[in-house]
């Protein structure tokens, strides 16, 4: 589809916390990961990634947004508190505020820049987050019943259940639906949605599952995960997507 130097560069970010790793007690081990899935579809569809490690050095945010025509933000640990201006809560799960202010800089970059964005689970929530609105640290906080929507504890993502897509959204554009079934696997939710940002997808117990942004910059997120069915069609679909607004976006360089 494109030779090698023509195929757009997409920054993928990386998560600090592994389930199996206790940096506090092993201090000497400390790491970074990426979940071969996540790049693997990306690769599929013909565009290079680039990891972007999560350094306390966020003025080097600048250098990656140079080189990158897309940002796919990922899931992992939860979004910190101070982010959006609360204290933690007793419901509050592993944080990592470097990953919380690197990811910042360069949701705000990549937005100044019109870069496309695509946020899954964590990255949906922390769009949200630095756009200026808030989460609910557990949905257990929240006031209307909700569904149980975490991981079932063989952490399989069979824990399932329907959205209902605005019609007028991007997103029922690129999946040509109104309604599907997506996977389930958090504990936080959205709260508050800013301005600047559209919520175009909730479930039936009224949990915002994507947003996109309300002006003319790609700027799309998903609660669920994709990445674990890339032979679901509508999996494909989002992704398909993403990297032809990447590939539209390093043409306009």
Same mark, same amino acid.
């Given at each position: 589809?494109?030779?090698?130097?023509?195929?757009?560069?997409?920054?993928?970010?990386?998560?600090?916390?592994?389930?199996?790793?206790?940096?506090?007690?092993?201090?000497?081990?400390?790491?970074?990961?990426?979940?071969?899935?996540?790049?693997?579809?990306?690769? =599929?569809?013909?565009?290079?990634?680039?990891?972007?490690?999560?350094?306390?050095?966020?003025?080097?945010?600048?250098?990656?947004?140079?080189?990158?025509?897309? @940002?796919?933000?990922?899931?992992?640990?939860?979004?910190?508190?101070?982010?959006?201006?609360?204290?933690?809560? $007793? =419901?509050?799960?592993?944080?990592?505020?470097?990953?919380? =202010?690197? $990811?910042?800089?360069? %949701? %705000?970059?990549?937005? #100044?820049?019109?870069?496309?964005?695509?946020? %899954?689970?964590?990255?949906?929530?922390?769009? =949200?987050?630095?756009?200026?609105?808030?989460?609910?640290?557990?949905?257990?906080?929240?006031?209307?019943?909700?569904?149980?929507?975490?991981? #079932?504890?063989?952490?399989?993502?069979?824990?399932?259940?329907?959205?209902?897509?605005?019609?007028?959204?991007?997103?029922?554009?690129?999946?040509?639906?109104?309604?599907?079934?997506?996977?389930?696997?958090?504990?936080?939710?959205?709260?508050? %949605?800013?301005?600047?940002?559209?919520?175009?997808?909730?479930?039936?117990?009224?949990?915002?599952?994507?947003?996109?942004?309300?002006?003319?910059?790609? @700027?799309? #997120?998903?609660?669920?995960?994709?990445?674990?069915?890339?032979?679901?069609?509508?999996?494909?679909?989002?992704?398909?997507?993403?990297?032809?607004?990447?590939?539209?976006?390093?043409?306009?360089?």
């Amino acid at each position: 589809m494109y030779n090698d130097r023509n195929k757009p560069m997409i920054g993928v970010t990386m998560a600090l916390a592994m389930e199996d790793h206790q940096p506090e007690i092993y201090p000497a081990y400390r790491f970074e990961f990426l979940k071969q899935q996540y790049y693997e579809e990306i690769e =599929n569809l013909e565009a290079v990634i680039l990891p972007l490690p999560n350094s306390i050095h966020t003025s080097n945010s600048g250098y990656y947004i140079d080189l990158i025509d897309g @940002l796919l933000l990922i899931g992992g640990e939860d979004v910190g508190p101070g982010l959006y201006g609360e204290k933690p809560s $007793e =419901n509050i799960q592993q944080v990592s505020p470097r990953r919380d =202010n690197f $990811e910042r800089e360069m %949701i %705000i970059q990549a937005v #100044t820049r019109k870069i496309p964005i695509l946020g %899954i689970c964590r990255g949906h929530q922390v769009v =949200n987050a630095v756009f200026g609105g808030s989460l609910y640290q557990d949905l257990s906080e929240r006031d209307e019943e909700t569904w149980d929507h975490r991981q #079932t504890p063989q952490k399989d993502f069979s824990n399932r259940h329907k959205i209902m897509i605005e019609a007028d959204s991007h997103l029922a554009e690129i999946l040509g639906q109104t309604e599907i079934e997506v996977n389930s696997g958090h504990h936080q939710i959205v709260r508050r %949605i800013p301005e600047g940002l559209r919520a175009v997808a909730r479930t039936a117990d009224g949990v915002v599952e994507a947003m996109e942004g309300t002006d003319d910059n790609y @700027l799309l #997120t998903v609660q669920w995960h994709p990445e674990v069915e890339p032979v679901d069609e509508f999996s494909h679909k989002l992704f398909q997507d993403f990297v032809k607004e990447t590939v539209k976006y390093k043409g306009s360089k």
